[in-house]
Nanobody
Framework: VQLQASGGGVVQAGGSLRLSCAASGRTASIYGLGWFRQAPGKEREFVASISWSISTNYADSVKGRFTISRDGAKNTAYLQMNDLKSEDTAVYYC???????????WGQGTLVTVSS
């Protein structure tokens, strides 16, 4: 499974961005797609996930601001990020899981910078 993340950039606080994660290869083996992020000097943390059955999960820090969705026909997951804050600045990684909580495949990161 290969993952291609895109959509990062620089945005002012309060603004919005949409990240995309396109999966290719043996996508039938995937349980779901997720987003993680790593800020400078911090550990990678979970942001949001969506299963192929459309079950979603969010980190408390992004609930109400971020929305994860997917296009099954395109094997693509999206992360709509609204009301961005400076603490959302990080490299965002998409991941594919073969089982709940097991993230086997990782894409390259995409940088999101929120300026205040």
């Amino acid at each position: 499974v290969q993952l291609q993340a895109s959509g990062g950039g620089v945005v002012q606080a309060g603004g919005s961005l949409r990240l995309s994660c396109a999966a290719s290869g043996r996508t039938a083996s995937i349980y779901g797609l997720g987003w993680f992020r790593q800020a400078p000097g911090k550990e990678r943390e979970f942001v949001a996930s969506i299963s192929w059955s459309i079950s979603t999960n969010y980190a408390d820090s992004v609930k109400g601001r971020f929305t994860i969705s997917r296009d099954g026909a395109k094997n693509t997951a999206y992360l709509q990020m609204n009301d961005l804050k400076s603490e959302d600045t990080a490299v965002y990684y998409c991941a594919a899981g073969v089982r709940v909580g097991i993230w086997t495949y990782w894409g390259q990161g995409t940088l999101v910078t929120v300026s205040s």
